[in-house]
């Protein structure tokens, strides 16, 4: 089976907890990302990543750090997680210009 | 600076009337549209795109209408069904090259009411 596979599916944590997310993809494609979907829906960008190299490190904070090992792998590792962090976190692949296709999101609650 | 802006934050419509949803862009560089879908519960999924060497794309009840000279496209769904509730996103990018990245509209919610 082909696809973006994202665990965890869900993560409750606590403020300044260190909490990491694992992302996959089988698609063959060349360039992976990170959105982050907020309570209204919104999709930002975190990150791209183009055959393990960083090409788009959109302004978040600090304590968020993308991690890949190929171009098959990325991860996003939080240092210190905030209430506002609190989001879906949502890993996507493409081929060149092509169509992003998501995983099934990871849901973070920080208490 | 909001790259793609989406209207109506929501929409509704009675089951088998047409549905329209509005984006517009600002980036005269940006070449490749896509709309996604996304049902509760799921995440966002490709549903049509097109590029701007055509101005309308089809694909059974959904047609994206594209204006080049005005930076506009839009979605019209035909023959709306119940099943078609969801959140839609309109995005747009710059596709040539490693730096492509899409920007996505602030969505539209559709409820298709029977």
């Known amino acids: 089976e082909t696809a973006v596979f994202q665990t965890p599916n869900y993560h409750v944590t606590q403020v300044g907890n260190e909490v990491s997310f694992n992302c996959k993809q089988t698609l063959g494609h060349d360039t992976m990302y990170w959105y982050k979907q907020d309570s209204k829906k919104l999709l930002k960008i975190m990150f791209s990543y183009n055959n393990k190299q960083l090409i788009v490190n959109e302004t978040v904070p600090r304590r968020f750090s993308p991690q890949s090992s190929d171009k098959a792998h990325l991860n996003l590792r939080i240092k210190s997680v905030e209430p506002e962090d609190s989001a879906v976190y949502l890993c996507?692949?493409?081929?060149?210009?092509?169509?992003?296709?998501f995983g099934a999101g990871t849901r973070l609650s920080v208490l | 600076q909001q790259q793609v802006r989406q209207s109506p934050q929501s929409l509704t419509v009675w089951e088998g009337e047409t549905a329209i949803l509005n984006c517009s862009y600002e980036?005269?560089?940006?070449?490749?549209f896509p709309w996604y879908h996304q049902f509760p519960g799921e995440s966002p999924a490709l549903l049509i795109a097109i590029r701007p060497v055509s101005n309308k794309k089809e694909d059974g009840r959904f047609t994206i209408f594209f204006n080049k000279r005005e930076k506009k496209f839009s979605l019209h769904i035909a023959d709306s069904q119940p099943g078609d509730s969801a959140t839609y996103f309109c995005a747009a990018s710059n596709s040539g090259g490693s730096n492509a990245k899409l920007t996505f509209g602030k969505g539209t919610k559709l409820s298709v009411k029977s």
């Open positions: 980036d005269s560089t940006f070449d490749y």
């Open positions: 996507a692949s493409s081929s060149a210009g092509g169509a992003l296709y």
